[in-house]
């Protein structure tokens, strides 16, 4: 009967402090598609670490880590342990879909992009090459060809044919940070409409040219969140934010700090012997 008891004992803490690693600490994760091809390969192990940008609490807390099971009807608001550094640069984030709206923020899909622009940036892609605030990124250019100025699907962001950017030719796009106040006109609405209603919680509606968030009239928007723009390594293959727009940073799950070997290959490919372990920098 002890045994048994011990043999419990020892599985219920082993959960529990299972739990408490992935939420607060760090997570191991395998990367499924090539969108990072470059930096991180197909089925590779990345180490996510939690406490660079500072964990995350659990929205959903009534859920089983990594199964997408949760219980609907308890939801916490967004709240973020203090991190030992800011999103920057180049980093590599880990975060969840803000496409998929249909469920909670931590129950939506997890990807892998680099932070290419930050909060309070203007970004613009002309010809494939990116520039932040007017400053070209001399070192970034990872297509292999170049798509036409006027080509133009809705699956681009902002999905509209009022603005008509490609892969390659795109923006000028503003990235909000918290406390920016921005006109709402015409061209602003199609922008971050999807981030006032659904990021940032907020009921839209327009009557006869006249914008009204939860009811009451504007001409300006307050944003509450800071929000960034993530693009795959393998620029041609990564549906990223030139497809489904800017991360807000209650979507954000950590930093991406190693890579650990796969355990397993894609059919007909190879495993990466060219490494056990190696940092992101």
């Known amino acids: 009967m002890n045994f048994f008891k011990n043999l419990t ?8 402090s ?6 607060f ?6 990367v499924p598609t090539a969108s990072m091809n470059n930096t991180i390969m197909e089925h590779d192990r990345i180490i996510i670490n939690k406490l660079a940008y500072g964990a995350r609490l659990p929205i959903t807390p009534l859920s089983l880590p990594g199964g997408n099971i949760y219980i609907e ?3 916490l608001p967004y709240f973020r342990l203090p991190g030992y550094s800011k999103v920057c640069y180049n980093d590599v984030v880990v975060f969840n879909l803000p496409e998929q709206t249909d469920v909670p923020v931590d129950q939506r899909k997890e990807y892998v992009k680099r932070c290419i622009a930050l909060p309070g940036d203007t970004l613009r892609i002309i010809a494939g090459y990116i520039y932040i605030n007017g400053q070209r990124i001399v070192s970034d250019r990872y297509q292999k060809h170049v798509s036409d100025s006027l080509y133009y699907h809705p699956s681009f962001f902002p999905n509209s044919s009022q603005i008509k950017w490609n892969l390659d030719f795109f923006g000028p796009l503003y990235i909000p940070r918290k406390g920016d106040s921005i006109s709402i006109n015409r061209t602003n609405l199609i922008l971050y409409e999807k981030l006032i209603k659904f990021a940032e919680g907020n009921d839209i509606k327009i009557r006869n040219d006249s914008v009204y968030v939860n009811g009451g009239y504007i ?8 929000y960034y723009f993530m693009l795959g390594d393998n620029r041609d293959n990564s549906i990223d934010s030139r497809y489904w727009g800017l991360l807000p940073e209650d979507h954000i799950i950590g930093k991406v700090s190693a890579i650990l070997f796969p355990l397993s290959a894609p059919e007909g490919k190879k495993l990466n012997e060219n490494y056990f372990f190696k940092s992101i920098k």
Do not use: D, P
């Open 219 to 226: 001409n300006k928007y307050c944003f509450k969140m800071n």
């Open 18 to 23: 299972w739990i408490v690693v992935r939420i």
């Open 9 to 16: 004992a020892i599985i219920f803490w082993a959960l529990v």
């Open 25 to 30: 600490f760090m997570q191991i994760a395998m």
């Open 73 to 75: 009807w308890l939801r």
